[in-house]
């Protein structure tokens, strides 16, 4: 419900605020007093195009913003600002849209930024707005299975086979690719059978390379190496001094020395396991020199080797640790590939028995929409004889899609295409929705829609949005059937927040809440806002609605037109001053 509506310098109107309540609320005024302002502001907030036009003259930017409600019933609105993580304040929201003069706007809902088309597809969760070219989802063919399933009470009947729709879609998308991929197999088996044979023959291990690469460089430097290993056995045992008989000398030195003095005896200790040590790395030096054998045999091979790695590397990875893990990849792709033809057996199968399961819950589905589809029809016919249009005739066309083709056709809603068509006069056929060419006649088909829908559906559940606004819906209309497009608009209150801008008192006389739109000029001298035009909206009290319905009625507020305005209120009125 819209509780609150703040608009600053847009058209006409410098600052404005008002509270609003829920129930049946008209919008009166003179001729180009700037109802189709308010309107428009409105329209602006739910998100239609706009330009720097809408700007009051002398300002830079404009801005409208208000505060809704949100009830717990409307799961389409809190789903919307669930998947967006947007939280309400107590079930409340806050909408600000502005737009300046350089053209530049901006759009929040609760202070996340969001979109032109983002704010036009929530508020449109909130709000319906009905004037002489504003009858969007009305018009939108897709919209009328929509309100069909509603008003029959087969919205989850509709969703299930919708999601049994998109499994088949996705089984079948998933057979094609099998089947796409069925010209590659063979190729990509043997590629990849290939490549396991190859590994699995030069049978890598982590870290062989490494290992291979030092010993092809010992292997390289063998002369050297030689050479080194030789003096350093020299210098062990065969120089003179050599490191074994130079450390035996010492140590003796240390013996005797720590036979006279005790405290040398911990450097003896140390003495000791230096010679001994000695002695065991001359040993280790003499057995490596002896086993070193130079063997260009062996270098060959661990070239070999290396280079076969390396080639593995270049297909298969980085390490041998990488081209074991292809390895392990390629084997379980391998048999993928070859259960593939079972695969493609168990998908048919599945496809098989949900387009069985889905053709069976669409003619259930279809029945049920022709059957709802009657009553909505005549629930409608009947509602337009009483608002004016005692000729039309109101139809809900229910058609199997596809006609023609044969087969059973399925959309991701079910079998059927469902359309609205009416008659508007005696001897016309039935037509398309969009060509009504009365504005007039569009709004009273909303008004007949929204009482029927109003009313509960089948499962007693009222439709969305919550917040219906009517303009020009009394174009071309009067008398008696002024007060029954008054009487509709009230029913349709009990249960829903309705705005109506209307020239007529008989339609404002049965309205819960009355506004004044007014256009107000400032003379030249006065101040700030001299020679000015601003429009002014206020809350009318029990007198001021008197004279008001007054003036709808005579033009002036004599004593004949205040008796009239007196009857009508008497009779149709509820209105509590504020």
């Given amino acids: 419900m819209l509780e609150e509506l703040t608009v600053r310098n847009y058209a006409l109107i410098e600052s404005l605020s008002l509270s609003f309540e829920g129930g049946f609320n008209v919008l009166t005024g003179e001729t180009g007093a700037g109802k189709s302002i308010i309107v428009g502001s409105l329209s602006f907030l739910l998100g239609t195009k706009a330009d720097t036009e809408v700007i009051r003259t002398g300002c830079d930017e404009a801005g409208v913003s208000a505060v809704v409600s949100i009830p717990r019933k409307n799961k389409d609105a809190e789903g919307w600002l669930q998947a967006r993580d947007i939280r309400t304040d107590e079930g409340r929201i806050i909408i600000r849209r502005s737009i300046k003069s350089s053209g530049r706007s901006s759009i929040y809902i609760q202070n996340v930024p969001v979109t032109r088309n983002d704010l036009a597809e929530f508020m449109a969760l909130l709000v319906d707005l009905h ?54 197999r063979g190729a990509r088996l043997e590629l990849l ?32 190496l030689a050479d080194h290993a030789n003096a350093v056995v020299s210098s062990f045992i065969d120089d003179d001094p050599s490191v074994v008989s130079l ?39 003499r057995s490596y020199r002896d086993r070193l054998t130079y063997e260009p045999e062996r270098l060959e091979t661990v070239e070999e080797r290396l280079a076969l790695l390396y080639r593995l590397k270049k297909k298969y990875g980085a390490d041998e ?22 695969n493609q057996e168990k998908l048919k199968g599945e496809i098989t028995a ?6 069976s819950r669409a003619a259930v589905l279809s029945g049920k929409r022709a059957e709802a589809a009657k009553r909505l029809g005549e629930g409608i016919t009947e509602i337009l004889f009483h608002l004016g ?17 044969g087969g059973l056709v399925c959309g991701p809603w079910g079998g059927d295409d469902v359309e609205f068509l009416i008659s508007a006069n005696a001897g016309e056929p039935l037509k398309e929705l969009a060509r009504i060419a009365s504005g007039g006649e569009l709004s009273r088909v909303m008004l007949a829609i929204k009482t029927v829908l109003s009313r509960g559906n089948a499962s007693g559940v009222s439709d969305s949005p919550e917040t219906l606004v009517f303009d020009e819906i009394d174009t071309g209309i009067g008398g008696e059937v002024a ?39 400032y003379p030249e001298k006065d101040g700030e806002k001299a020679g000015r035009t601003v429009t002014s909206v206020s809350w009318l009290s029990q007198e001021e609605r008197r004279n008001e319905i007054a003036r709808m009625l005579a033009g002036d507020s004599g004593a004949a037109a205040l008796a009239h305005a007196d009857e009508l209120l008497g009779k149709y009125g509820k209105y509590v001053p504020r």
């Fill in 389 to 405: 249009m005692p000729y039309a005739r109101f139809s809900v066309a229910v058609m199997p899609k596809g006609q023609g083709s």
């Fill in 321 to 342: 640790d990488a081209i074991l893990a292809y390895m392990d990849k390629a084997e379980a792709e391998i048999e993928t590939l070859k259960g593939s033809s079972e």
């Fill in 131 to 184: 004037g002489q070219h504003t009858h969007e989802s009305l018009l939108k063919k897709e919209t009328h299975r929509k309100y069909l399933d509603h008003f029959g009470g087969l919205e989850e009947e509709a969703a299930g086979f919708n999601r049994l729709f998109l499994d088949l879609a996705e089984r079948r998308k998933a057979l094609e690719g099998s089947v796409n991929s069925e010209r590659d």
């Fill in 354 to 359: 949900l387009e069985r399961e889905i053709a």
């Fill in 193 to 224: 059978s290939y490549a396991v044979e190859e590994i699995a023959r030069a049978a890598p291990k982590s870290g062989e390379s490494r290992e291979l690469e030092n010993e092809a460089a010992r292997l390289e430097d063998f002369e050297k």
């Fill in 247 to 285: 450390t035996r000398r010492v140590r003796s030195f240390l013996e005797n020395a720590a036979g006279i003095d005790k405290a040398l005896a911990p450097l003896l200790k140390r003495m000791e396991d230096l010679y001994y040590e000695a002695e065991d790395l001359s040993e280790e030096f």
């Fill in 483 to 521: 007060l029954a497009v008054g009487e509709y608009l009230a029913k349709i209150g009990v249960s829903k927040q309705i705005f109506c801008v209307t020239h007529l008192a008989s339609i404002a006389a049965r309205a819960d809440n009355h506004l004044k739109v007014e256009k107000l000029s």
